[in-house]
């Protein structure tokens, strides 16, 4: 079970970002990190709970250990603006709720 | 460039079952040592992942949808099957075929999905 959070983030572009997963028991960094903009399928930005996908920009980065785990965006850009996911991946394959960053 | 191309009928009568196929271009099924898989969505809603399986035909299933998911594969077609039986309301989803980022690992990240397929459960 992985509980995110927030579900809804109101920033502006150049605002620093987090987003958190807290899992319910230790799944070791077996943490991975997408993003989803409408209509298109998600995109994989994190694993290894802090390993950058290759391609994704520098300003996304992963951290945590044991149970919490956050999604930092340091400087949020316009293309930025959608809805993440954490997905725990120490058996069985679960995802978060998600949380929908939008426009403030 | 390695593509997912999900297919299969887009409205299912409640009860009956749900098939999609998955047809893979760019890479071989059976020469790699990857765990393909089915996540779906239900409109406006999160994710959940339904199963794996690897060209040999050994499955990872999801324990709380084992007893109505069946996924299959094809190494002569390059394509991985997804039956879901039994179904309601509640399977209405888009329904997307992923490979995973790591091979021979059947708990892992997913860095290939394909464009998704929207099946709707309705009379």
């Known amino acids: 079970q992985m509980t995110q959070s927030p579900s809804t983030l109101s920033a502006s572009v150049g605002d620093r970002v987090t987003i958190t997963c807290r899992a319910s028991?230790?799944?070791?960094?077996?943490l991975a990190w997408y993003q989803q903009k409408p209509g298109s399928a998600p995109k994989l930005l994190i694993y290894?709970?802090?390993h950058l996908q290759s391609g994704v920009p520098l300003r996304f980065s992963g951290s945590g250990s044991g149970t919490e785990y956050t999604l930092t965006i340091s400087s949020l850009q316009p293309d930025d603006f959608a809805t993440y996911y954490c997905?725990?991946?120490?058996?069985?394959?679960?995802f978060g709720g998600g949380t929908k960053v939008e426009i403030k | 460039q390695l593509q997912l191309h999900e297919s299969g009928p887009g409205l299912v009568k409640p009860s009956e079952t749900l098939s999609l196929t998955c047809s893979v271009s760019g890479d071989s099924i059976s020469r790699t040592n990857y765990y393909w898989g089915w996540i779906r969505q239900p409109p406006g809603k999160g994710l959940e992942w339904l199963g794996s399986?690897?060209?040999?035909?050994?499955?990872y299933d999801n324990p709380s949808l084992k007893s109505r998911v069946t996924i299959s594969v094809d190494t002569a077609k390059n394509q991985i099957s997804l039956r879901l039986k039994y179904v309601t309301a509640a399977d209405t989803a888009v329904y997307y075929c992923?490979?995973?980022?790591?091979?021979?690992?059947?708990?892992?990240?997913?860095?290939?999905w394909g464009q998704g397929s929207l099946v709707t459960v309705s009379s």
């Open positions: 399986i690897m060209y040999s035909g050994y499955t």
């Open positions: 290894g709970a802090s």
């Open positions: 992923v490979r995973p980022r790591e091979r021979g690992a059947r708990a892992t990240s997913f860095d290939y």
């Open positions: 028991r230790s799944i070791n960094n077996w």
């Open positions: 997905q725990q991946y120490n058996d069985p394959l679960t």
